[in-house]
């Protein structure tokens, strides 16, 4: 053989072993595409538990949905859900303590192993992650990867409390798991998140999905969606449990409590006796793998209706009080559900062999078939009299019709606040207001410099990936509420300018750590009085310091507009929430806006808003104001039209702002339009004149909206014609000269 041909042979064999041994997620090895995930250096952060972003279902979805964007291409949702399992779900990691490489391993991803292995299609395909930034990747990893901790902490005094504390309500570095060690008695656990129906293991909930669109016959395991769901995690906790914890009793369910309930990050789980391990079936693992189950029954059916549903709409339909297409199929009906879904039988059988097939991997014990099936006829007896037991939040029907917030909120923060204060009340707001690619968008903005932190996004993940605790503590601090409205009037302006506001509501949020000056309160006085004239909906909010009289000259109602603040530690996070309820009640409860984007400019016109669009079971808010409809000839008016999508109820008032048949005038549309002729609206002075408001409800949709949130929406648009802009001739020059000293302001600060 030549020395060319041997280089050759060797240049193969080299290329072949490094693909040997390049890791994957079936196996012990940590994966070399989350390696990242567990070095500190390579990306700050993103270790230790406490400085991740929150571990709630939105924080979820918004990862979700960017994937789902960047394989755009990619219709089929089994091969994005199967991908990113494959990708990104490692289970049961442990620290190691090694000092060489990265001192974790996955010591407990034996179903994870074999569910990948003879469930998931073995094709080699790329998910494209083009755009999802490092620490986003780490993200979706650690929400989807289910770990256990049940190390003794030594915190146990002050966190083992929450988890009865917390119970059913939104309610240190990584260690992971030790083989050596005094045991917690309130072990955490990681890849869960938080959401209004109980804590939900995401990747039970994620493997149950990908069954769903392509369930079958596993020999020597049975069903694939049995054993990625119930009959998988029953095994699968039984099994080691038994090995790891000898002679402990198989314990089914939980009390469960988040280390705070802003920005939920570690699950901390208590037992109902003393015998809770971290290999208990919790009470997350049992609702994600009831809810997978659900999903994963009901796919092949959504999918004869909606070929191109995706994964994240029957995510967001099923976790909301509509549902998926119906009010049955929906997280608040799980204890119903599991009684028409659930045989009893059956899945005796397939959680018989899904321990015989894991203990193959795991190795509790030499153990036959009928001696497996004996002990999972206890497990599943256990199970359904504690499922029946569960005290999760049931179906509210006054939530219905589902209201649609839409805002463009602007957050002014005091950075004298501890950043840990600040982070948790900008999470829980954002996690709270829709906040996502088809609703609301925030900008985060230093309250005393006036530099945007943040630009405007409606990325839940820029949070934390362009604000942390040391951008924070080394920013200027000291609330300047001056400086603060200009930039709010700066970044409005640019919005008018470039026509791109309006179809949302408008609200800026200051967050001061100190109460305004006599001369800040004129001073913000008269510049609310101007900005009026240009943007009347603009809606200002403060959740701080002080007390309702220090704002009276600030806000036009300081009872509704005002919350305080105190700094924030996890022990005070249920008080600190209940005033932070007080400011997204007012943001959820305030209308879209309809904005005639041509003023200032004079003379009649005609406006065609965007195309919107409203779900099934769904209801969105409008409101008019007489600034945008006041002025005109006799011919204007305000048209809404369903474009030939469904079917919808439109309502309107001038005194109501949230119109319903009880009381208000309404109508159905169908591939037709009606109109407010404006002109008889106002007949005294502008200052006499309401608010035209509307609400737009979907009935029924005939067609799918594939780019929509939800996709069994109805599109319609509303259009205003022939109206003028301003109150007055007096008004709209006030309004010019407004536009004018506002490009004078931004010119002088880019010099």
Not at 150 to 162: A, I, K, N, P, V
Not at 494 to 511: A, E
Request: glycine share 6%.
């Amino acid at each position: 053989m030549s020395d060319y041909s041997i280089c050759i042979f060797a240049a193969i064999l080299l290329i072949s072993c490094v693909h040997c041994l390049k890791s994957n997620t079936t196996s012990s090895v940590i994966a070399d595409q989350l390696r990242n995930c567990y070095n500190d250096t390579a990306i700050p952060g993103t270790l230790t538990p406490k400085t991740r972003s929150a571990a709630t279902l939105n924080f979820f979805l918004d990862v979700l949905r960017e994937l789902e964007d960047i394989n755009k291409n990619t219709k089929d949702g089994y091969y994005i859900s199967s991908d990113i399992i494959k990708r990104f779900r490692q289970d049961g990691i442990v620290y190691t303590g090694s000092g060489i490489g990265i001192p974790y391993t996955a010591n407990y991803n034996d179903k994870n192993s074999v569910l990948q292995k003879k469930t998931l299609d073995t094709t080699e395909r790329t998910l494209l992650l083009t755009g999802l930034t490092q620490k986003e990747q780490c993200t979706l990893h650690f929400l989807i990867s289910t770990t256990s901790n049940g190390t003794l902490r030594g915190d146990e005094s002050s966190t083992c409390g929450r988890s009865s504390r917390y119970t059913s309500r939104f309610v240190r570095q990584a260690e992971l798991l030790y083989v050596d060690k005094e045991s917690s008695s309130c072990p955490y656990q990681l890849g869960v998140v938080a959401n209004k129906w109980g804590a939900v293991s995401v990747g039970s909930l994620l493997s149950g999905i990908a069954a769903g669109f392509k369930n079958q016959e596993v020999p020597e395991l049975g069903n694939s969606l049995y054993a990625n769901t119930l009959s998988g995690d029953l095994a699968e906790t039984c099994l080691y449990n038994s090995k790891e914890m000898k002679g402990n009793e198989y314990v089914v369910g939980s009390t469960e409590g988040w280390d705070n309930t802003l920005s939920p990050k570690i699950l901390y789980n208590n037992a109902k006796s003393s015998k809770i391990t971290e290999f208990s079936l919790t009470n997350s693992r049992i609702r994600g793998s009831l809810d997978g189950f659900y999903l994963g029954s009901n796919i092949p059916n959504w999918r004869n209706k909606y070929s191109d549903i995706k994964i994240s709409q029957i995510v967001d339909m099923y976790y909301s009080p509509r549902g998926v297409f119906n009010n049955s199929i929906r997280a608040c009906n799980r204890k119903i559900l599991e009684t028409s879904y659930v045989s009893t039988g059956v899945l005796t059988n397939e959680t018989a062999l899904a321990l015989v097939k894991l203990n193959s991997k795991i190795g509790a014990g030499s153990i036959t078939l009928e001696e497996f099936t004996a002990v999972a006829a206890n497990q599943i007896s256990k199970f359904n009299s504690y499922v029946a037991s569960l005290s999760d939040v049931s179906c509210d029907e006054n939530d219905l019709p589902l209201q649609e917030t839409a805002t463009d909120i602007l957050i002014y923060i005091d950075t004298k606040w501890t950043y840990k204060t600040a982070e948790a009340v900008v999470t829980y707001i954002l996690d709270n207001i829709d906040v996502n690619k088809y609703n609301s968008n925030y900008t985060l903005i230093n309250g005393n410099t006036g530099q945007v932190i943040i630009n405007s996004t409606y990325r839940l993940s820029h949070l934390y990936e362009y604000y942390n605790a040391s951008l924070h503590d080394n920013s200027a601090s000291a609330f300047d509420f001056n400086t603060a409205v200009n930039s709010a009037e700066h970044l409005l302006s640019n919005k008018v300018t470039t026509r791109n506001i309006g179809g949302r509501s408008t609200v800026i949020l200051f967050i001061p750590n100190s109460v305004p000056t006599a001369s800040e309160k004129s001073f913000i006085s008269q510049r609310k009085q101007i900005l009026s004239n240009t943007l009347s909906s603009v809606q200002f909010l403060v959740l701080g310091a002080g007390a309702e009289s220090d704002y009276t000259d600030i806000l036009s109602n300081p009872s509704k507009q005002f919350a305080q603040l105190y700094n924030f530690d996890d022990s005070n996070s249920e008080s600190i929430k209940t005033n932070v309820n007080k400011i997204v009640d007012v943001i959820l409860n305030t209308p879209r806006e309809i904005v005639n984007t041509n003023c200032p400019t004079s003379g009649n016109n005609i406006y065609a808003a965007p195309v919107y669009n409203v779900p099934s079971q769904g209801v969105s808010y409008f409101r008019l104001s007489p600034l945008f409809f006041y002025r005109g000839d006799s011919s204007k008016k305000l048209k809404i039209r369903e474009m030939g999508t469904g079917r919808l109820y439109v309502c309107s008032s001038m005194s109501n702002d949230k119109p319903s048949n009880a009381t208000d005038s309404c109508t159905i549309l169908s591939s037709n339009e009606t109109y407010y002729d404006l002109s008889s609206y106002c007949s005294g002075s502008y200052e006499s004149c309401s608010s035209l408001y509307l609400s737009v409800e979907g009935w029924e949709a005939r067609t799918m909206c594939k780019e929509c949130r939800f996709p069994d929406s109805i599109k319609y648009q509303i259009t205003l014609e022939n109206v003028g802009c301003g109150a007055s001739s007096s008004v709209a020059l006030a309004a010019s000269l407004f536009l004018v000293l506002l490009s004078l302001y931004n010119v002088f600060i880019s010099l």
